[in-house]
């Protein structure tokens, strides 16, 4: 679909919410803390050059009530046609980890759609997940609003090389299904994937080993680009 106007930086924002560091778990806590540097930076990179606005949800005040408060903020600005979300948490096949702990992803549709009316709920549009297992919660996005979602089919492993360039193509006016195409390097994801796999094997999770697989799936809008309005995407009655 080709859009009849595309949107202006100033009528798109963008919410990040950047939540690995949990307290009291000092595993890995040095790993962790640089991802969450570097997902930060791309978030910024991002806001800085293709947003009016961009909203961050870090360390204790990453819960899901403060991000469900963000996106209703976001959305009924009437100035504002697109939020979009940048989601870098802990993730299962069930639930996302916040700052206050674990939700279902049930919970977190029915918590958007009771905070935010139809017309708000209309002006979500994308989310890009770096969670674990997020192609489970891509329905929970859609059915909260949302018009596409990316997220990874097992325990994600290749942020470091595939974020800035899924990024970098949004930003570039890329469609989302482009940008995943893009950033889903066979052999950069193949070579990340089998070093996390043989750590996991190493320290005796092969459960975890075996569930390896950073490959990205697309749920929704995948022609979607950052210029789209979603308002103008979809009916004007969305899905209970």
Do not use: K
């Not at 993730?91 to 139809?118: K, N, V």
């Not at 994937?193 to 996991?200: G, Q």
Request: include cysteine; glycine fraction near 8%; charge should be positive.
């Amino acid at each position: 679909m080709t859009d009849v106007a595309v949107l202006e930086p100033r009528q798109r924002t963008l919410v990040q919410l950047v939540t690995l560091l949990r307290p009291g778990r000092d595993t890995h806590r040095g790993v962790y803390r640089s991802i969450e540097w570097g997902a930060e930076r791309c978030g910024r990179v991002l806001a800085q050059r293709s947003y009016g606005a961009r909203v961050l949800l870090h360390g204790s005040h990453a819960t899901l009530a403060a991000l469900v408060s963000v996106l209703d903020e976001a959305s009924a600005d009437a100035h504002v046609h697109a939020v979009d979300l940048l989601l870098n948490p802990h993730g299962t096949t069930r639930r996302l980890w916040f700052a206050d702990g674990p939700a279902e992803a049930d919970q977190i549709s029915s918590m958007l759609q009771g905070a935010l009316d139809p017309a708000q709920r209309r002006r979500l549009r994308a989310v890009f997940s770096t969670a674990c297992f997020g192609m489970c919660h891509t329905d929970t996005w859609l059915r909260a609003g949302f018009s596409v979602a990316v997220g990874s089919r097992g325990i994600y492993a290749d942020g470091l090389t595939s974020l800035p360039l899924l990024l970098r193509g949004w930003a570039r006016g890329l469609t989302v299904e482009e940008c995943v195409r893009r950033a889903d390097s066979e052999r950069l994801r193949r070579r990340a994937d089998i070093v996390a796999s043989r750590y996991y094997e190493r320290t005796g999770r092969l459960a975890d080993a075996e569930q390896v697989d950073s490959h990205r799936v697309v749920d929704g809008a995948r022609t979607m680009t950052i210029g789209s309005d979603p308002t103008t995407w979809r009916p004007s009655r969305l899905p209970a």
